[in-house]
């Protein structure tokens, strides 16, 4: 089974900083990969679809690179509500394999 | 509008029964595949199970795979999990989730959940 590896697990941050998550495969899974957001009480939101590609409606300081084995989610400017969990995950046909998520708080 | 509905959750004995429901809203069910997927207390996603359009191919996780059963009916708009034997370590905010297009693909559209609790 693959496994994912997100790192890392709580990220202290301002407004405004430019923020970095890392997810990573056990083996390539070429560009299957997801983002979601995840906030206490509300539905999860998808945000990166395909590894890069925003999902609709998202804003555009989110984005996702990487392909093969590592990937990362990036928020260019964080903003007051962007405070949440993140979680990557793989997709295939046949399963789903989250990473552990990250927890991103106000520093 | 476009929603996922969650419900039947509850408080059930160890190795009793539960069936959860997921009722769509806003776009034509028939043609997504559904998943889902739960979080225990204090701990991370998990994928459950995932089925198709017409409801063949359902795929389980190890963890759940001959205890739990996904179904939809299509003239209902509705995805159902049968739970059966479950275990303390089944407790959990259980979310449906719409496959973007086809069976591989993210999920785009989720419910708010459904909470099962398992205890004596």
């Known amino acids: 089974d693959i496994q994912m590896t997100q790192s890392p697990s709580t990220l202290s941050a301002s407004v405004g900083d430019r923020v970095t998550i890392t997810c990573r495969a056990s083996q390539s899974i070429r560009n299957y990969l997801a983002w979601y957001q995840l906030k206490p009480g509300k539905a999860p939101k998808l945000l990166i679809h395909k590894a890069s590609t925003l999902a609709s409606g998202v804003p555009a300081r989110f984005s996702g690179s990487g392909s093969g084995t590592e990937f990362t989610l990036t928020v260019s400017s964080l903003q007051p509500d962007d405070l949440a969990t993140y979680y990557c995950q793989h997709y295939n046909a046949y399963s789903r394999t989250f990473g552990q998520g990250t927890k991103v708080e106000v520093e | 509008e476009v929603q996922l509905l969650e419900s039947g959750g509850g408080l059930v004995q160890p190795g009793g029964s539960l069936r959860i429901s997921c009722g769509a809203a806003?776009?034509?069910?028939?043609?997504?595949?559904m998943s889902w997927v739960r979080q225990a207390p204090g701990k991370g996603l998990e994928w459950v199970s995932v089925?198709?359009?017409?409801?063949?191919?359902?795929y389980y996780a190890d963890s759940v795979r001959g205890r739990f059963t996904i179904s939809r009916d299509n003239s209902k708009d509705t995805l159902h999990l049968q739970m059966d034997g479950l275990r303390a370590e089944d407790a959990a905010v259980y979310y449906c989730?719409?496959?973007?297009?086809?069976?591989?693909?993210?999920?785009?559209?989720w419910g708010q959940g459904t909470l099962v609790t398992v205890s004596s």
């Open positions: 806003g776009f034509t069910f028939s043609d997504y595949a």
């Open positions: 989730a719409r496959i973007r297009y086809g069976l591989l693909d993210a999920f785009d559209l």
């Open positions: 089925i198709s359009t017409s409801g063949g191919s359902p």
